[in-house]
């Protein structure tokens, strides 16, 4: 493979260069947002009004000390991190138990619930807000944890189910058999064998169904009213709302708070991606 | 033994049916019930198809679907350009693995932060500006968020930046999967780059290409909404200018409180929905087919 290139590099160099550009150019489009936001944060307000776009001639952290000390960024995430945990949570308990008797026992309407689970996937989250939000209303169920994270599992539940079922299905059957006849019943089989073989599906399903649910803004403008129990992304529209003209306030607000995504994405490039892949459907 | 087997799968599925009756059964029996009554509050007298006569009579409906119609202009500006990145990464020139873990940040950056972001930039007197008028380019330095011709374009380019990132992981995916032999041999045979990637590349990848489009067309009709409330100041504007319908609905449910209304467009936009789903199965399962073989 290497040899080839080489042989061929005499005659293919422009061309060569012209790839190098075209991704040079793309690499530039894709990071311009990030660097903007970087070098923003760390320039003073009188030098961004006349330095835009270069970077910052005398760095100062005071934004990002302005962000963790007198702002409600933390509050902002924990929230965040009590909704994507208790949602993943509650619709991985109940994915796998459902997908497992959908892959693996038989019963009437085994099918039909299958199809139908699956095609809720392209069904627009928006078209259930209206009636969820009456109700809820009506509950005393708005700016709850538990009635968000209900939502919020059952919207990211039809991609588990999905996913899981379709890995529970690659799962060879005599494994399921010699455990049969070692006498495990089917929760022990689920528990003991099912589930540690699927570990790379289950980690995939995470990573998507957490990403879902932190990066989520209707539900949580809709559900979460009150400020104590505002998302990460519902604080950052507030946030901009109230400091939108200092720029590079806001900036230091948006690099700490995509700092988490960033860091787990650089962390765990592989299952990022293929999860990403895999739910492009959320 | 027997008797406890032919329950235990209800058993097992019980919690999940729960789940989805609660999420979106029942929301899905109210929307089409609530879209024939006048509902103040919690319920209300039914009035037939007054709600859909008004909302149909509405400029500012028909305008936000027209929103939504122009943003698919995007899908055609993503699959080309994530095809060009993908083929020119999947020749793996030095370096491609660490150019695709770039090229896929933009994905990863959550909506609301980017739209932000995006927002500063493209401030009339923000750097976008700066750097055009620098280069030369005066003409294009338009008002980019301020302008009610532009706003709705420039919600349009940041679709595209973001899900391109998703068209050219998958591109390059499948690119990595095709049988490279063929690929060879249209080389050997004299094939030139554009040869091989137009008559042996490209059909190959007509089904993970058809799979983006179906995706990314829910994605535009369904899942803007904090696109375009980042970037229109929470209202869609300025003006009406990137209005939506998911927008529409959220106006008319929380800010007029008006759930009727808001329940006629939810249950149009949810017979949308099913009409996709078609597609998107045939794709899906054309899709998993060609995995496998």
């Known amino acids: 493979m290497a040899g080839s290139e080489t042989g061929f590099l005499a005659r293919v160099r422009p061309d060569l260069a012209l790839k190098h ?13 990030t660097v903007f936001m970087v070098l923003t944060s760390l320039k003073s307000e009188e030098e961004y009004t006349f330095n835009k776009v270069g970077p910052p001639a005398a760095p100062v952290l005071d934004h990002y000390r302005s962000v963790l000390f007198a702002s409600d960024f933390f509050a902002w995430m924990g929230n965040s991190l009590v909704l994507a945990a208790g949602a993943v949570a509650l619709s991985t308990a109940v994915s796998c138990l459902g997908a497992y008797a959908i892959a693996r026992m038989q019963f009437a309407g085994r099918g039909l619930l299958f ?6 996937m392209a069904v627009p989250p928006v078209v259930m807000i209206v009636p969820l939000f009456v109700l809820y209303a009506q509950l005393d169920l708005i700016s709850t944890y538990h009635g968000a994270i209900l939502i919020y599992a059952g ?16 799962i060879p059957r005599e494994l399921f058999e010699s455990a049969r006849i070692d006498g495990a019943g089917d929760l022990r089989i689920l528990v003991r064998i099912v589930l540690p073989l699927s570990l790379p599906a289950l980690l995939t399903l995470v990573v998507v169904n957490a990403l879902y649910v932190w990066n989520d803004l209707l539900i949580a403008i809709i559900f979460l009213q009150d400020d104590a129990k505002r998302t990460l992304m519902a604080g950052i529209s507030v946030f901009q709302g109230r400091y939108g003209d200092q720029i590079p306030l806001t900036m230091a607000g948006m690099v700490f708070a995509s700092a988490p995504m960033v860091i787990l994405y650089i962390a765990f490039q592989k299952h990022y991606i293929s999860g990403l892949m ?3 459907i959320k | 033994m027997n008797q406890g087997s032919r329950i235990a799968p209800y ?6 049916v729960a789940l989805l009756l609660f999420v979106f059964g029942y929301p899905v029996v109210r929307i089409f019930e609530f879209s024939f009554k006048m509902v103040r509050g919690i319920d209300g007298p039914w009035i037939g198809f007054r709600n859909y006569d008004l909302v149909l009579s509405q400029p500012l409906f028909w305008e936000s679907v027209r929103h939504n119609l122009q943003l698919l202009l995007a899908v055609p500006c993503m699959v080309v350009w994530s095809l060009l990145i993908a083929v020119v990464l999947f020749d793996r020139l030095r370096g491609w693995k660490l150019y695709r873990v770039v090229l896929f940040l933009p994905y990863i950056l959550a909506v609301p932060i980017i739209a932000v972001v995006m927002k500063k930039m493209f401030q009339f007197n923000g750097p976008v500006n700066e750097v055009l008028r620098w280069i030369g380019l005066d003409f294009l330095a338009l008002d980019w968020i301020g302008s009610t011709d532009v706003a709705l374009w420039t919600v349009m380019l940041l679709i595209i930046w973001r899900e391109s990132a998703l068209g050219i992981i998958l591109f390059l995916a499948r690119l990595l999967a095709l049988d490279e032999s063929l690929i060879e041999s249209a080389k050997l045979e004299g094939a030139s780059w554009w040869q091989r990637l137009r008559y042996v590349i490209v059909p190959q990848m007509k089904v993970v290409i058809e799979f983006y ?16 409330y980042m970037i229109g100041g929470g209202r869609g504007g300025p003006g009406t200018s990137t209005t939506v319908v998911e927008l529409y609905i959220f106006n008319a449910l ?7 209304i808001a329940s006629a467009v939810s249950a149009m936009l949810f017979l949308v929905s099913l009409l996709l789903i078609v597609p998107l199965f045939a794709v899906r399962r054309r899709a998993n087919e060609e995995e496998v073989a």
Do not use: D, H, M, N
């Open chain 1, 21 to 33: 550009g075209v991704l040079g150019v793309a690499v530039l489009i894709a990071l311009t947002p």
């Open chain 1, 115 to 120: 199809s139908v689970s699956t095609s809720l």
């Open chain 1, 155 to 170: 919207l990211i539940t039809p991609f588990s189910v999905y996913l899981l079922t379709t890995f529970f299905r690659t």
């Open chain 1, 278 to 280: 895999a739910g492009s």
């Open chain 2, 11 to 16: 058993a097992y599925v019980l919690p999940l």
């Open chain 2, 213 to 228: 489009v179906v995706v990314s067309v829910i994605t535009i009709l369904s899942s803007v909404f904090s696109y375009v």
């Open chain 2, 254 to 260: 929380i800010r007029t409180s008006l759930p009727g």
